[in-house]
Nanobody, 122 residues
Framework: QVQLVESGGGLVQAGGSLRVACSAS????????MGWFRRAPGQEREFVAS????????IYADSVKGRFTISRDNVKNTVYLQMNSLEPEDTAVYYC???????????????WGQGTQVTVSS
């Protein structure tokens, strides 16, 4: 079965950096578009970033543009989210997701990970 396992979350001070990773198994990783979402306490889950199957196109939410970078390694079956200039408002559980349709990766991806907590202290 498909498994997406996030790692790398933790506690960081405002202005700092953190990289989270998502390791995928049970699917042909290079055929799937990947995305990152987040859910802050008491809020709806929101789209953060996405990347096409071979990494040629990336899309970001306005709130993270210029600070976050999504990338992937199709040999390691892993997608990354590098987060710089972190703000307390970035505190959330971060989820990775996979979809074979790019039109759905930012809205309704098929597969989800279990999430990793990122906490940014002020």
């Amino acid at each position: 079965q498909v498994q997406l396992v996030e790692s790398g979350g933790g506690l960081v001070q405002a202005g700092g950096s953190l990289r989270v990773a998502c390791s995928a198994s049970g699917l042909t990783f290079s055929s799937y578009h990947m995305g990152w979402f987040r859910r802050a306490p008491g809020q709806e889950r929101e789209f953060v970033a996405s990347i096409t199957s071979i990494g040629q196109t990336t899309i970001y939410a306005d709130s993270v543009k210029g600070r976050f970078t999504i990338s992937r390694d199709n040999v390691k079956n892993t997608v990354y989210l590098q987060m710089n200039s972190l703000e307390p408002e970035d505190t959330a559980v971060y989820y990775c997701a996979a979809s074979c349709l790019f039109s759905r990766i930012s809205r309704d991806p098929r597969y989800w990970g279990q999430g990793t907590q990122v906490t940014v202290s002020s």
